[in-house]
């Protein structure tokens, strides 16, 4: 499946920025830039997953219908999480100051980072062999 591939893609270069300075200006738009594309690309991916599931938000869904309807059938998926993700995923375009960025940096990391490396190792579990055979 294409979107996974891509999640996966997308997920070995965010999984560099652990060894990376955080507390560097650069490095930390870095960083958030990578965890915009992975959390555009993660609720996609979830979307793709609900049409194979018949679920009717994948037609219509937004990203928070798509990841509420995601809790029920994935067990991988922590709700706060996704949920927060989204909500900062919203928001960072609205940090201005040095600090909330080193912050959003660093929650990305620590949190963030392992929920998507969740969702690879989860959609893994579910589907198997099956990911090359769905669109």
């Known amino acids: 499946m294409k979107k996974f ?6 997920l070995e270069s965010l999984l560099q920025a652990p060894e990376q300075d955080l507390t560097n200006e650069f490095v930390q738009a870095g960083v958030i830039n990578k965890f915009v594309l992975q959390f ?3 609720w996609k991916l979830l979307k793709a997953l609900l049409a194979v599931e018949g679920d009717p938000k994948a037609a219509t869904g937004s990203p928070r219908d798509v990841l509420k309807a995601s809790f029920s059938w994935l067990d991988c998926l922590d709700e706060e999480t996704w949920l927060s993700m989204l909500r900062d995923r919203n928001t960072v375009t609205h940090i201005y100051d ?10 990305i990391v620590s949190r963030y ?8 190792d989860g959609v893994r579990d579910r589907y198997g062999d099956e ?3 769905l669109a």
């Open 5 to 10: 591939d891509n999640h996966l893609g997308a």
């Open 40 to 42: 555009e690309l993660g």
């Open 98 to 107: 040095a600090k909330n960025a080193e912050l959003l940096a660093s929650v």
């Open 113 to 120: 980072l392992p929920a998507f490396q969740r969702l690879a």
């Open 131 to 133: 990911l090359d055979e």
